[in-house]
Structures are given as structure tokens and as C-alpha cells.
């Protein structure tokens, strides 16, 4: 088999392979509902992804040929070329099969690329022929598809800031920062032992910091889709894979039509995406990643490779594909700021993935906070398993004690990241006049209840997140707000502060810090939280029962699994939700009241943590 015909079919083989990887994820989209999870740029990095992985076995070939030739003194078999030619082809498709397991997949793409062998090898010459004619149409349809997906970024882009509003004169900035997976439990700045958090605790010096955030959800989509729209959770489309829908107005096209320049950076793959519909309102939406291995995260046996833990040992290579780092983030944020348009106001939102499983500190944080193994640990598979949210992994107290010493060395990563990038937009003057907002999506478990990850249960661990608010001259320096708030309120708190009217969902947060400077014990708060079931989850876990919901207060904190079940904690106690309450019977009634007054209607009243009591008040449509 000559070498200009192995690699004319190592290409033709990936832009066929790539396009058939494209029409099961298209038609599972469209037919099926299921989401991509690589965003439409996967139409021109799955054909780059196929074809280099195809040219790689090809020249393996060549060289394997030449030296089989040179030692044996005599050629390959042509049907085994072309067979081990094949086996990735038929390897990609059936890697869409669910519940096979791969080592039966590997078995079925051998003994289809040997079937096919025996079709084509009498027909050599015609698929040749084939091969040839068609390759060169095939990749001008790839690099055409590619122009146009970029063609209309940038398109979406332009047309979406000819449209903004006019801006008002002197209207502040806005610049709300998400630590996804950042619970407030483990940062200093809440009481936390260890330093992880002086960046942050620097900056709630100069504003507010809320001592007890609740997010509505243990997870990304509705977590984000509440900041955005000010929606409680089981009012929202969003599930583990439905997007959010546009029933709803978000804050971006709120300040978009007020003026303002909008733009998002998200630095979580799996949700943070236009896919799942956190892009609305947004004229800039950068789902910021590595080129290469988002690339190669497109195709699925390149992936698999990539993935694998021998791949990674010889490596050393030990992060998730494709994320990117705080770093990363922060230029990305910095470069959209240096060329947009001065005289406008923005509302700049950045999505960080630093400390989300697994947790990879750099040096020296690593290391900051005692032993951590480093780069393909012992616990590597323990890590690995908390990214997919299934039964939690059999680890023992040491093994999540290291977990938590990772995972607070990325907290404090992530804090000296956030800090080095609030002091470049200081010098570069991006932060004049600007409201400053850190909060988290959600928290994280650490067998505290016997969970792992988050998504999985309704503990503070997971819900407990921090939020910093600042903005010198229009929020007070230094204050502490002791009760109960919920991150559903954070968007109309934004544009409060902003003096944007428009009537918003929830409720502003400005009574709580008002109210907390006069007379702090008379403030009391309540906020909610769901999650809903999942398949695949343990089932000695607590959502294995069904949708679960809890309301949480200044004193204590009610959860209600799928069952009916209640579980009450007495956070007066323990305020990390560890102990249970010992006497029922008085709070319960009023718990129960609120989440049955909230499941019953989405416009009737709803608990706020905005300094109201938990009595429920109407919520503004």
C-alpha cells in the first residue's frame, strides 16, 4: 500500500468519521434533547480532531511497514493496514452506545474492522479511486462548516452591540465573579481555620460580607440561571440536561438594554455554555478554553486515549481536558475590557472552575496546607469519580481529610488569582466606579454526611457559599450581615445598587445591611433550595428517593427528601448543619408552610432573605 494512498485515506477516514460523530450528536440534539456538551464549534474541531488522529496511525503504519520490510523481508499484509485503519472508525461509533462496556466495545470494533476488511480488500482498487475523488470535497465542506461557525460568532457579537440601549451618563460598572464550587465553610474569610481565603477577606474589608449565603441548588445550571434571573430553582426549565428556556428575563438583557456592554467567561465546560442557555443577554459569551484539548475532547476515541490512565501516568498529566485555569480566565476578562467600547458601562461576569474536582493546585499551594500526594495520586480515581456525581467512592476519613487539604489549597489558588486580577483592574482603571460581586454556584461535601461532590444532597455544605459585595462610596466598608440570604436575590440586590428600574424577581438585599447596621438581632432570613432526582445516583443516598427540597433560616435548616421524610438541624447548635434538632414540634410547622406555600405557586408568596422575616411575602412578577 503506497504512502500517498495511506494518508489520502487516513484523512478521508477522519472527515468521515467526524461527520458521522456530527449527525448522532445533531440528531440526538434535535430528536432526543440531548446536548452537545461541546458547544456548535465541535463541527470543525471534530473533523481537525479525527483527521490528526488518523494521520498519527497512518504514519505509525509507514514506519511499522518500512521496518517489517527491513527486518522480515517482507510486507505487511494489506488487510491488516487497512484493518487497524478502520478500527477507530468503527471504535468512535460505537462509543455512543450507552451501558457497553468498553472492552466488549473494543472487542465489536475489531471484529467489524475485520468484517469490513473482507468486503473491501477484493475492491481495493475502486475504493481507492473513492478516496481520492471525494477527499478533497469532503475537507473544503469542513473548512467551509468551520469559517461559517466562526463567521457567525463574531457576527452574533457585532449585531448584538448594535442593538444596545442608550447608556446613561456615569452609570456604574458591574463585575460579578463565580467560584464555582467554593463553599463558604472552608474559606477564612467565614471562620474557616486555615488561610485560603486573605484576598477575599481583603476585599470584604472595603464592602459587605454575607455570613449566610444560600444557593438555591447544590449545582451549576440552576444555581447560575437563579443569579441571572432571580428565579427560585423549581421555577426554572433547567435540569440535569434540559437548558434554561427564555421565559424569563435575565439581568444581562436587563443591562444590556440600560447600555451596558455584557460579557460572560466561563471557565466551566459542562454547564457555564450557550448550549444550556446562560448566554441570553450576553453580547459577548467566551465559553473560554484550551484550543488543543477542547479539540481533542471532540472526538471520542481520541478522548478515551487522551483519558486513559496509562496515557495520563506516562504523562503525568492529571487535570480534566479542557478546563482552564484562573489565569486564563482573568486575560480573557482583560483583553475584552482593553478593546470594548470605554464611553459604555459593562457587566463583566467570569465564571472560575479552579476549585471544582478534581482538585489540582499548583505549586507552592499544593503543599500549602500539609501532604498532598501531587499528580496521578492514589487518589486520582477517587477524584476522578466525584466529576460524575454517582454512588460516592469508599474512602476513609484520612483519604477525605486529603481531599479537603487539595481542595482548600485550590481555594487558595483560586483567592490569590481573584486578588492578583482585582489589583490589575485597579491599575488599569477598569474598576472605577464599578460594584464588585464574589460569590459561589454551590458548595462541596466531604463526608461530612457521608456525600462526596455536590449535586447529590441539600447539607449547608453544599448550599453554604460566600458573597462579597463592594462599591466604595455606595456600599458600607467592613460590614457583616448576619442573616439569611439567598443568591435569588443577588440580581435585583445589582440592580438596586445600579439605580436600574425595572422591576425584577426577588427581592433586594440592601434592607439586610441597612437593618444590620441599626439593630442586627432583629434581622431574620429564610431561603430556599431543591435538587432534583438524578438516575444513577447511590441508592443509599439521599436523593435516591426523589426530588429533595429544603428551607433554610437563621436558626435552623428543614430538609424534605422525595419520601416526605424531615430531617431538622438546629443551626443555633452547630452552624455547619451537623447536629440534629432535638425539639420538632414548634418549627416545623412553619418550615413545612414554606415549602409548601412555595411548591403550590410560583407567583404566590415566597421566603426572601432580605431582611423580611420567614413569614413569606409576595414576590414581584
Known amino acids: 500500500m503506497s504512502a500517498p494512498f495511506m494518508i489520502r485515506a487516513a484523512i478521508w477516514l477522519g472527515l468521515v468519521t467526524a461527520a458521522g460523530e456530527a449527525a448522532i450528536r445533531l440528531g440526538g440534539k434535535l430528536f432526543a434533547g440531548q446536548p452537545l456538551n461541546y458547544g456548535i464549534r465541535m463541527l470543525w474541531m471534530t473533523p481537525v480532531a479525527e483527521v490528526v488522529l488518523f494521520l498519527a496511525i497512518a504514519a505509525a503504519l509507514l514506519v511499522a511497514t518500512r521496518v517489517v520490510r527491513r527486518v522480515a523481508a517482507r510486507p505487511v499484509p494489506a488487510g491488516l493496514v487497512i484493518g487497524i485503519l478502520l478500527f477507530p472508525a468503527w471504535l468512535s461509533a460505537l462509543l455512543f452506545v450507552p451501558r457497553i462496556h468498553l472492552w466488549a466495545q473494543l472487542l465489536a470494533a475489531a471484529g467489524l474492522a475485520a468484517q469490513s476488511v473482507r468486503v473491501l480488500l477484493p475492491r ?114 433547567t435540569n440535569w440536561r434540559t437548558p434554561l428556556d427564555d421565559r424569563d428575563t435575565t439581568l444581562a438583557e436587563v443591562l444590556a438594554r440600560a447600555g451596558y456592554r455584557t460579557g460572560a467567561f466561563g471557565a466551566n465546560r459542562f454547564y457555564v455554555t450557550r448550549e444550556y442557555g446562560l448566554d441570553r443577554g450576553f453580547t459577548r459569551f467566551e465559553e473560554v478554553r484550551s484550543l488543543a484539548s477542547e479539540t481533542i475532547r471532540s472526538s471520542r476515541v481520541f478522548r478515551l486515549v487522551a483519558s486513559s490512565r496509562p496515557v495520563r501516568l506516562l504523562t503525568g498529566y492529571d487535570e480534566t481536558l479542557g478546563r482552564a485555569s484562573a489565569p486564563r480566565m482573568a486575560r480573557a476578562l482583560q483583553a475584552w475590557l482593553a478593546r470594548g467600547d470605554s464611553t459604555r458601562p459593562y457587566f463583566a461576569f467570569v465564571n472560575f472552575m479552579d476549585a471544582h474536582a478534581p482538585y489540582l493546585p499548583r505549586a507552592p499551594y499544593d503543599t500549602a496546607f500539609g501532604w498532598y500526594p501531587g499528580s496521578i495520586s492514589r487518589m486520582d480515581r477517587v477524584r476522578q469519580r466525584l466529576l460524575t456525581h454517582l454512588e460516592p467512592p469508599a474512602i476513609s476519613d484520612e483519604g477525605a481529610r486529603e481531599l479537603e487539604r487539595a481542595y482548600d489549597g485550590a481555594l487558595a489558588e483560586l483567592d490569590a488569582s481573584t486578588h492578583r486580577l482585582l489589583q490589575d483592574l485597579e491599575s488599569s482603571g477598569h474598576l472605577r466606579n464599578t460594584l464588585i460581586v464574589v460569590t459561589s454556584d454551590h458548595g462541596e461535601e466531604f463526608g461530612e454526611h457521608g456525600q462526596f461532590g455536590h449535586g447529590n444532597s441539600l447539607y449547608l455544605q453544599s448550599l453554604h457559599v460566600p458573597l462579597i459585595m463592594a462599591f466604595p462610596d455606595r456600599l458600607p466598608r467592613g460590614a457583616r450581615v448576619r442573616t439569611t440570604v439567598s443568591l435569588r436575590d443577588l440580581p435585583a440586590t445589582i440592580l438596586d445598587v445600579l439605580d436600574v428600574p425595572v422591576d425584577f424577581p426577588g427581592s433586594s438585599l440592601r434592607g439586610t445591611w441597612e437593618t444590620a447596621a441599626q439593630d442586627a438581632d432583629n434581622v431574620v432570613g429564610a431561603a430556599l433550595a431543591e435538587v432534583r432526582y438524578m438516575r444513577g445516583v447511590s441508592e443509599d443516598g439521599p436523593l435516591a428517593r426523589g426530588d429533595m427540597r429544603t428551607v433554610v433560616t437563621d436558626s435552623l435548616q428543614l430538609i424534605q427528601d422525595g419520601a416526605g421524610n424531615d430531617s431538622l438541624f438546629d443551626l443555633a447548635l452547630d452552624p455547619t448543619g451537623g447536629r440534629a434538632a432535638l425539639d420538632q414540634t414548634k418549627p416545623l410547622p412553619l418550615l413545612r408552610a414554606l415549602l409548601r406555600r412555595d411548591s403550590r405557586s410560583a407567583s404566590g408568596p415566597t421566603p426572601s432573605g432580605a431582611g423580611a422575616s420567614p413569614v413569606a411575602r409576595p414576590m414581584r412578577p
Open 124 to 237: 481495493v482498487q475502486s475504493v481507492e479511486r473513492v478516496v481520492r475523488r471525494s477527499v478533497t470535497p469532503l475537507a473544503a465542506v469542513a473548512v467551509v462548516v468551520g469559517v461559517a461557525v466562526e463567521g457567525s460568532a463574531a457576527f452574533r457579537t457585532w449585531w448584538l452591540e448594535r442593538k444596545l440601549g442608550p447608556a446613561r451618563p456615569g452609570a456604574p460598572n458591574v463585575l460579578l465573579l463565580i467560584w464555582d464550587t467554593a463553599r463558604a465553610s472552608s474559606l477564612s474569610t467565614f471562620g474557616y481555620g486555615r488561610p485560603t481565603s486573605p484576598g477575599l477577606s481583603a476585599l470584604a474589608e472595603r464592602g459587605i460580607a454575607f455570613d449566610r449565603a444560600i444557593s438555591t441548588a447544590p449545582w451549576t445550571l440552576p444555581s447560575h440561571a437563579s443569579m441571572f434571573t432571580g428565579r427560585w430553582a423549581h421555577e426554572l426549565t
